[in-house]
Nanobody, 127 residues
Framework: QVQLVESGGGLVQAGGSLRLSCALA????????MGWFRQIPGKEREFVAA????????AYADSVKGRFTISRDNAKNTVYLQMNSLKPEDTAVYYC????????????????????WGQGTQVTVSS
């Protein structure tokens, strides 16, 4: 059974930074491709960033490209989302997600491709 636990959310002023963490327990972390998604009440959960099993491949939504960085530490079973130059429109609940990946460089942008989800962490950016 895979468990994902996010941390690092909070309240920050526009232009500030936050780093989200997501720890995976219960399985071999390096077997999983990881992703970050976010959701505003009443809207669909949207893709933010993804990283391959090996960490060698990443992808970003256009809205966060150049501001957010996804990374992983397979020794610590943790994926990170470094968020810089935050904007009020980045306010959302952020979720990490995991899926078994056959290929070490595979990344996944679609939420339906992920098998496991964390409980979410709130990020609020004030103007």
């Amino acid at each position: 059974q895979v468990q994902l636990v996010e941390s690092g959310g909070g309240l920050v002023q526009a232009g500030g930074s936050l780093r989200l963490s997501c720890a995976l327990a219960g399985q071999t972390f390096s077997s999983y491709a990881m992703g970050w998604f976010r959701q505003i009440p009443g809207k669909e959960r949207e893709f933010v960033a993804a990283i391959s099993r090996s960490g060698s491949t990443t992808a970003y939504a256009d809205s966060v490209k150049g501001r957010f960085t996804i990374s992983r530490d397979n020794a610590k079973n943790t994926v990170y989302l470094q968020m810089n130059s935050l904007k009020p429109e980045d306010t959302a609940v952020y979720y990490c997600a995991a899926r078994i990946a056959t290929y070490s460089i595979g990344i996944y942008r679609e939420k339906y491709l992920y098998n496991y989800w964390g409980q979410g962490t709130q990020v609020t950016v004030s103007s």
